[in-house]
């Protein structure tokens, strides 16, 4: 059971409603992240507004794929478990893929060096070396991409705390950090 209360939609503050009724027309479902973290009108308006506009940059499969791998690198269930979801049915990533993710690579070359650095932006609290950024460059990202994926991975860093603090209820076919280890 969740640590903190996940409210029903009809409990959440009432300056969130209108956040989650969008979430519910967008995703046909209100997650239990989103109701969690309906419960400060402030962060959840930050979240939506930060998620929307990530949204728009690189590709579903880099941002599913860099998910997947922070998610691991933090251990949160509830991110592994929604986004091994999201990456099978709306990236259309392979069961393969995802594990590879998972284990902060690609088996796609440009993607690889994505995961490869968001995973080790993570790791190393974005202390990475002149190298890892020509690698990026490389493989054909360009400075504004590079910002992205740090930002994807930090906006995926924030969602793993939440969940980890709260410990939420995953409404998701369960997935475990652990199970890879």
Do not use: W
């Amino acid at each position: 059971m969740s640590r903190l209360p996940i409210p029903d939609l009809d409990a959440a503050p009432q300056a969130s409603k209108p956040i989650l009724d969008a979430v519910n027309k967008q995703l046909g479902v209100v997650p239990n992240m989103f109701r969690l973290v309906a419960t400060s009108p402030a962060a959840l308006e930050g979240f939506t507004s930060n998620n929307a506009a990530l949204a728009r940059t690189l590709d579903v499969k880099t941002r599913e794929r860099i998910a997947l791998a922070v998610a691991q690198i933090n251990g949160c269930d509830y991110c592994l478990s929604a986004h091994t979801y999201l990456g099978l049915n709306l990236a259309k990533l392979t069961p393969e893929e995802i594990a590879r993710n998972r284990a902060g690579g690609s088996g796609d070359a440009k993607a690889d060096e994505a995961v490869r650095f968001a995973a080790k932006v993570v790791r190393e609290r974005g202390r990475v070396s002149d190298a890892d950024i020509a690698g990026l460059r490389d493989a054909g990202f360009a400075d504004g991409q590079i910002i992205e994926i740090v930002a994807i991975a930090a906006e995926n860093v924030f969602t793993n705390l939440i969940n980890n603090v709260a410990q939420t209820d995953i409404d998701f076919p369960v997935v475990s950090a652990a199970a890879a280890a």
